[in-house]
């Protein structure tokens, strides 16, 4: 590049166009890069995005029907009797006995 002092008015004003065609090309570059990343991520999230919901909505459904089991199961161990828990145990205790007189 001359020194701008030595240049003509036509000269100095060709380098300033060059320049800006430059500048215009780079910044066309630089943005179609900026798109590419854009449309990359917006890709990438429309893929994965509904497979964690997928993941959420089924841990959800997994949790809820774990509480409704453990309500179950309170309720069951809230209305059990506590004496058939004794004659349980008393007919545990007498099968044992008879299984050993048969070796088992």
Do not use: C, W
Not at 26 to 55: D, G, M, N, Q, S
């Amino acid at each position: 590049m001359k020194n701008y002092n030595e240049m003509s008015d036509h000269e100095i004003l060709m380098e300033l166009l060059e320049e800006k065609r430059k500048n215009d090309k780079l910044k066309t570059v630089k943005y179609a890069i900026y798109a590419t990343i854009l449309v990359l991520i917006i890709v990438v999230l429309a893929i994965y995005v509904p497979k964690i919901l997928t993941f959420i909505n089924n841990y959800n459904d997994f949790m809820n029907q774990f509480s409704d089991i453990n309500k179950k199961m309170d309720e069951f161990l809230n209305n059990f009797d506590p004496s058939v828990t004794k004659d349980l145990t008393a007919f545990i205790e007498q099968l044992k006995n008879l299984l050993s007189r048969f070796g088992f």
